[in-house]
């Protein structure tokens, strides 16, 4: 079955700080990935989305992440973060044999607050 | 209305009762899923629903978890005879085509 590995599970930044969190997968087929973020007190609400063409995606509020398919990876990053951006990120990836035929399998979550 | 919305925000039960979780899903999706989230722990996928197909309960932990959808409408999640494991963020998502989710609030479920 698909799992998905977030390596951070508390981060902590300064303001201005660059940002990277990791996430890998292990389903090696077609897969689509997503970067969920929940800022505290919120849904669940989706950062950006991967599913063919330019492996480098760009979401909302200046986030981005590079797919890497040779290394299962599909990690986020932003170049300067600010306080708002403290929330849970979520890794999660849809694919056969994952969460159902359309569920997302999510890692445990990163938990990243940024000290003002 | 706007989202997913899910009721009731919160639940406390006591073990052995049953719960029943309902979930709207935005007007037009299709596709309804439940997932799971534990304290400390990431979402673990439950049910699927996708138009009138059967769901794929492939992610239900158990018997005693059980889930309906009429049509593209509303969804329940039933859970009977509940245990302190069950305490957890029920989260419903639906989505218009193989793509996005678009996540409910949840319903925190606590047994005691």
């Known amino acids: 079955a698909q799992s998905v590995s977030q390596h951070n599970h508390h981060v902590i930044l300064s303001e201005a700080a660059s940002l990277e969190l990791g996430c890998n997968y292990s389903y090696g087929g077609t897969v689509n990935l997503f970067w969920y973020v929940q800022y505290p007190g919120q849904h669940l609400q989706l950062l950006l989305k991967y599913f063919s063409g330019d492996p480098l995606v760009k979401g909302i509020k200046g986030f981005e992440a590079e797919f890497i398919k040779s290394k299962f990876s599909f990690n986020l990053r932003k170049p300067s973060v600010q306080w708002s951006d403290t929330a849970e990120y979520f890794c999660?990836?849809?694919?056969?044999?994952?969460?159902?035929?359309?569920?997302?399998?999510f890692g445990k979550g990163t938990h990243l607050i940024i000290q003002p | 209305g706007a989202g997913v919305s899910q009721s009731p925000s919160n639940k406390v039960t006591e073990k052995g009762k049953d719960v029943e979780l309902r979930c709207d899903p935005i007007?037009?999706?299709?596709?309804l899923y439940w997932y799971r989230q534990r304290l400390g722990q990431g979402l673990e996928f439950l049910i699927y629903?996708?138009?009138?197909?059967?769901?794929?309960k492939s992610g239900l932990p158990s018997d005693r978890f059980s889930a309906e959808r009429t049509g593209e409408s509303v969804s329940t999640l039933t859970i009977q005879r509940t245990q302190q494991e069950d305490s957890a963020v029920y989260l419903c998502a639906s989505s218009p085509r193989r793509d996005e989710q678009f996540f409910g609030p949840g319903t925190r479920l606590t047994v005691l």
């Open positions: 629903f996708q138009g009138n197909s059967a769901p794929d």
């Open positions: 007007s037009g999706h299709t596709a």
């Open positions: 999660a990836v849809n694919g056969p044999s994952g969460g159902g035929a359309d569920g997302l399998t």
